[in-house]
């Protein structure tokens, strides 16, 4: 991609960002044009060019830049610093929330782009999706406690389980058409909830 995107004051980044992530969580890949993202970020399509060489190296750094924005957020809430699993989620939620108050159309964009089939991105975005997952959990479970789950646990299980709920989720919200955020929240809230009643150790 071309330096002077970064040159743009930071609003008018995040008013292309914005585009892409509204644009592309609409659409899938192939039938997104590059001609409806300049037009909601009120800019010609030729500069939207200028700033990136094709549709695919925007959506890449569309798909990274949430990565490395949810990173962010995530550590300033301190997520990654607790020893107790269940407050790091609960910390998490709202971090992400805050997150989606300023970017609305990345969570729609984030899980639409995760089960994107066309075959320029898809190994990409997986490969990519792994590499930060990883990271996260690792930088989780530095500092996790293993005294506060119940005796015996299958962590990594149970990390895996917790995954797997998760994906299940929000496949099924995608299959409605959508998500919707404070759905999400209250559901999330519960599913936590229920986790802790039966992973947390009873004293």
């Known amino acids: 991609m071309n330096e002077r995107f970064f040159s743009l004051s930071p609003e008018r980044q995040r008013a292309i960002i914005n585009a892409g ?23 010609s399509k030729s500069l939207l060019f200028h700033y990136f060489r094709n549709k695919k190296e925007l959506y890449l750094f569309l798909w990274d830049k949430c990565a490395q924005m949810t990173i962010e957020v995530l ?9 107790e699993l269940f407050v790091s989620m609960e910390r998490g939620m709202r971090a992400k929330m805050e997150l989606i108050r300023r970017y609305p159309d990345m969570a729609n964009f984030t899980i639409r782009a995760f089960y994107e089939k066309e075959p320029e991105i898809s190994a990409a975005i997986q490969q990519s999706y792994h590499r930060y997952f990883n990271l996260k959990a690792d930088s989780v479970r530095i500092n996790l406690d293993p005294a506060q789950f119940i005796p015996g646990l299958d962590i990594p299980m149970m990390y895996r389980e917790m ?24 559901d999330f809230t519960r599913l936590i909830a229920f986790w802790k009643s039966v992973y947390l150790r009873r004293e």
């Open 21 to 43: 992530y509204r644009v592309f969580s609409q659409n899938t890949y192939k039938n997104s044009p590059m001609s409806q993202i300049a037009a909601q970020a009120q800019i």
């Open 75 to 83: 550590t300033q809430y301190g997520c990654y610093e607790q020893e």
């Open 163 to 186: 995954y797997w709920a998760s994906e299940g989720y929000l496949w099924e919200m995608t299959q409605r058409g959508g998500v919707d955020m404070a759905q999400m929240e209250r």
